[in-house]
């Protein structure tokens, strides 16, 4: 990792009887895109939040760069306007009656930056949202793009050493939030950004993340790269949160060459499991197997080892196809490509790889 810029140790938190966090603890990179992911009320906004002073945790401490901003224990406490973070939240927090310049230059303006300066300083931050011929109009006339981007111009004119995100895209339609994906992710890696990106949306986080943090109930279930929280997930809610997923049950019914053979409960065959980032349960121990739906192929002919099934029916949806497969009592659906659309009623055989299959407690 590169050198930490935020040292997060131990922060809790209570409101009333609610435990909103219990002993959170990361280091971030600078440069670094660190979300912090997860359901409704996981404690994502309180977290960011508490790292920009604008709550105060009940135990733990935040660094950054190296100096301590918040210590339970030793009684730091640094105001939000000293810590030197730039915020952007879903709703804008445009302020009306302002030109879009005006709403950039304020937060210098409370810095007691000079005249000169802020002009400059202003003309560049809304060059990098691109929004330099938008400088003199109404704010709150602007479209929802153009004031989220007011929103970052706003948040990057002090350059901060971090910059807190909370849910940015969530108000914007399905189109733009993609563009702005983009556009982010493009200023982030130009300017060499440290973000902290607070949002419940999985295809958000792992897009746009060099690690997630993904939190449930005040707690972060595991933390690491996008990649192996998709494809090594700790628990069944980081499997499950973060995407689709085929179960079968079964039972392992030995272990062999390294891996598992799982015979299956609801279905004529057994499968292979190869060794993964899961320890295999012992032979005997009833199991779900599960494996990503992209990851199982559907071979018309051959198919060798794999297992037959029926294609009950299919859902086109343009760039792949969803079929609904019987195999034994059990019903799956996997992702085919466009032209499995034709295979309605078709016998067929689903090959899932030992590699890819992980096995579960049942
Ligand atoms: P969302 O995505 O809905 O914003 P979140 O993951 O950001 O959720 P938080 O807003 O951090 O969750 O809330 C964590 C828990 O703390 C929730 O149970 C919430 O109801 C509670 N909580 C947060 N702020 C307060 C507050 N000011 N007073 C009382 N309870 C609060």
């Known amino acids: 990792m590169p050198e930490p810029i935020i040292e997060i140790r131990g922060l809790s938190k209570s409101f009333g009887s609610v435990r909103a966090l219990e002993d959170i603890g990361f280091s971030i990179g600078k440069g670094e895109v660190f979300t912090l992911l997860g359901p409704s009320g996981c404690g994502k906004s309180t977290t960011l939040r508490i790292i920009a002073g604008l709550e105060d945790a009940e135990a733990g401490e935040i660094r950054l760069a190296g100096n301590t901003i918040f210590s339970s224990e030793r ?202 980032a899961r320890a295999f349960p012992a032979a005997g121990t009833d199991v779900m197997v599960a494996i990503r739906p992209e990851k199982v192929r559907i071979a018309v002919e051959g198919g060798n080892g794999g297992l037959p099934g029926r294609i009950e029916t299919v859902l086109y949806q343009g760039e792949r196809t969803e079929c609904l497969v019987r195999v034994g009592e059990e019903l799956l659906t996997i992702y085919g490509p466009p032209e499995a659309a034709g295979l309605r009623g078709r016998d067929v055989t689903l090959v899932l790889p030992a590699e890819a299959i992980s096995l579960w407690p049942r």
């Open 75 to 276: 009684h730091i406490n640094l105001p939000p306007e000293k810590r030197n973070m730039g915020m952007v939240f879903q709703s804008y927090a445009i302020w009306p009656h302002m030109t879009v310049a005006a709403n950039v230059a304020y937060p210098l303006k409370l810095r007691g930056v000079s005249g000169a300066d802020i002009r400059d300083r202003v003309a560049r931050a809304l060059k990098l949202v691109d929004l330099e011929a938008q400088a003199d109009r109404d704010a709150p006339k602007l479209s929802g793009g153009q004031q989220q981007r007011v929103a970052l111009a706003r948040a990057l004119v002090y350059e901060p050493e971090v910059l807190l995100l909370d849910e940015p895209l969530s108000n914007l339609d399905v189109k733009l939030r993609e563009q702005m994906r983009f556009e982010l992710k493009l200023l982030q890696e130009r300017l060499g950004l440290t973000l902290i990106y607070v949002t419940h949306d999985q295809s958000e986080a792992l897009s746009l993340s060099d690690r997630i943090a993904l939190m449930n109930f005040g707690r972060i279930e595991q933390l690491g790269p996008p990649r192996d929280l998709y494809e090594n997930p700790a628990t069944e809610f980081v499997r499950d949160f973060l995407g689709k997923t085929i179960t079968l049950a079964g039972r392992v019914a030995a272990l062999e060459n390294g891996g598992a053979r799982v015979e299956l409960a609801r279905a004529p065959g057994s499968l292979a499991c190869a060794a993964g």
